[in-house]
């Protein structure tokens, strides 16, 4: 019960679960204390406020990207898609957090980092990064969206949704999920397409 | 008090000024019924769950893209970006109920209808407003969130954001606001460059 007896990771470490079990409405700095077992105030120490908490958390969700020199624009794309998904309301975190202006440094640096790669000028490339931290966090959105509704057996036509058992449920998801990886890859095809054609104007 | 004095309108039109005065979180059936002097009973002869409330709200903030032919994918684009920056916590709303599966018709229906007029195949022209639909909603969720935060004062580096005047924020919202187009269009035109390249191939 020592009031620093935890360090800012081990804070932050236990947030992250919190946040995959139980969801971003459930993530409050009283839930977070009694998890460590310490009083809120504690925690204070480590992160001043919630905002704070939460771009940390933005920051090691988008950190699951890679490591490295970034790669191809589509590679980086998916790679953030895959991050955001890794955790529960990962896109909502992240979002969040680019709203309060905390930014998601490494999020916008290796989109930018891929379209100079690909021989765009830094300006090009800082816009075209926001396009696309857009429609990947709008994209990744709608699938957690989805899912929570999926796990609260309310999505479907009315209250349809209800009748629907465990196994066909689950082969809805496997399909819902392959259908937004294609919808997906063509969003982004048709972005990449779009900043290949203006080397042509 | 008669529990059946109110139409659906007068429901829906309540639900749509507690969404735009206070935001979605705070739009409970409780609270509706409230505002209504009903029990909350009688909401539900109108609305059987807040999902179908939801989505005829959803269909009501969409309604304001047009009435008409559609025109083409810029224009309606920017209609529904106008439209769910219309109230509160618009994109929120809109977004839910595409992933409760109850759809955004009109939305769906006036982008798909602008890409055929464009010459394309109807299966393109879907794909095409689906990924027009969730930029537009991640892009529009990101200016939501921003206003959200604005206005409880948190928004900037730490806590640096409380000390801003009433002035500077409006002349920062104003500033925000003209990026944000800026970059709203940067990134539909790429989505636009990226179809008609589509040709070509």
Do not use: C
């Not at 409050?28 to 310490?38: S, W, Y």
């Not at 809120?40 to 990207?65: C, G």
């Not at 969003?187 to 104007?201: C, E, T």
């Amino acid at each position: 019960m020592a009031p620093r007896g935890h360090s800012a990771d081990d804070v932050a470490r236990t947030a992250l679960r919190i946040l995959d079990d139980h969801g971003l409405p459930d993530l409050t700095m009283r839930r977070l204390a009694t998890a460590l077992e310490v009083q809120p105030s504690a925690l204070y120490w480590h992160f001043p406020n919630k905002q704070t908490l939460l771009a940390e958390l933005s920051d090691r969700i988008v950190a699951r990207m890679a490591s490295g020199a970034a790669t191809d624009l589509r590679t980086e794309a998916r790679a953030l898609r895959d991050a955001l998904l890794t955790y529960r309301d990962g896109a909502e975190v992240v979002s969040s957090t680019l709203a309060l202006g905390l930014g998601a440094p490494l999020a916008t640096d290796r989109l930018t980092a891929a379209v100079v790669a690909d021989g765009f000028d830094a300006e090009t490339a800082g816009r075209v990064a926001t396009t696309v931290l857009h429609y990947v966090l709008g994209f990744a959105w709608h699938e957690q969206q989805r899912l929570q509704y999926d796990s609260v057996g309310v999505r479907g036509e009315g209250a349809g949704a209800a009748l629907r058992g465990a196994n066909g449920a689950g082969a809805a998801d496997a399909g819902a999920a392959g259908l937004a990886s294609d919808d997906f890859a063509f969003g982004l095809d048709l972005i990449i397409a779009g900043l290949h054609a203006r080397r042509r104007v």
